[in-house]
């Protein structure tokens, strides 16, 4: 499974303290080498969303793929 992050996803991840970045990226790690972790579709789109702690990814899938476009507070990763 091939990981591609946005621009955004990438600040994301440096806005966030370095041990619970490296949590969000083991998770990852984890779901793209299993399939394991609390990983929901979003209503109305072909977006998921990974929770991980406090945190969501949402990220798009396709065959052997994973595009990150964000990694944001769960206080902040439903907003419009």
Known sequence: MKFLFTEAARADLRRIDRGQAMNILLALTRFGQTGEGDLKQLRGSKDFRLRVGDYRVRM?????????????HRKEAYRD
């Open 60 to 72: 798009r899938m396709s065959k052997d793929t994973i595009r990150i476009a964000q990694v944001k």
